[in-house]
């Protein structure tokens, strides 16, 4: 059974950085498409970061502050994030397991984690 478990949230002050952590179990994340997606209160889910084999992407909104890495030793996916904003806060979620392919990108995702809050004052 995959699981999912994401850690690392917290309270910071804009400019502030934090690193969450995704750890998988039930499988090996390898280099397989694993994203961060994030949800602001009142707003719908939205991507942040995705990395497949050794390539990344990254919303517009978080380039340049938002870096994707994984630890294949501990089976875990981070994303560092610097500068933050206001506008960063939210429920950050971790994705795994590519579920539907279109033109390189994932579409939709297998595996979920719970989510961990960012919270982000001014």
């Known amino acids: 059974q995959v699981q999912l478990v994401e850690s690392g949230g917290g309270s910071v002050q804009t400019g502030g950085s934090l690193r969450l952590a995704c750890a998988a179990s039930?499988?090996?994340?390898?280099?397989?498409?694993m994203a961060w997606f994030r949800q602001p209160p009142g707003k719908e889910r939205e991507v942040v970061a995705e990395?497949?084999?050794?390539?990344?992407y990254y919303a517009d909104s978080v380039n340049g502050r938002f870096t994707i890495s994984r630890d294949n030793a501990v089976n875990t996916l981070y994303p560092q994030m610097t500068s933050l904003k206001p506008e960063d806060a939210a429920v950050y979620y971790c994705?795994?397991?590519?579920?539907?392919?279109?033109?390189?990108?994932?579409?939709?995702?297998?595996?979920w984690g719970q989510g961990t809050q960012v919270t982000v004052s001014s």
């Open positions: 994705a795994a397991r590519c579920r539907e392919l279109a033109g390189g990108r994932c579409l939709n995702f297998w595996n």
């Open positions: 990395s497949v084999n050794s390539n990344t």
């Open positions: 039930g499988y090996t994340i390898g280099t397989s498409y």
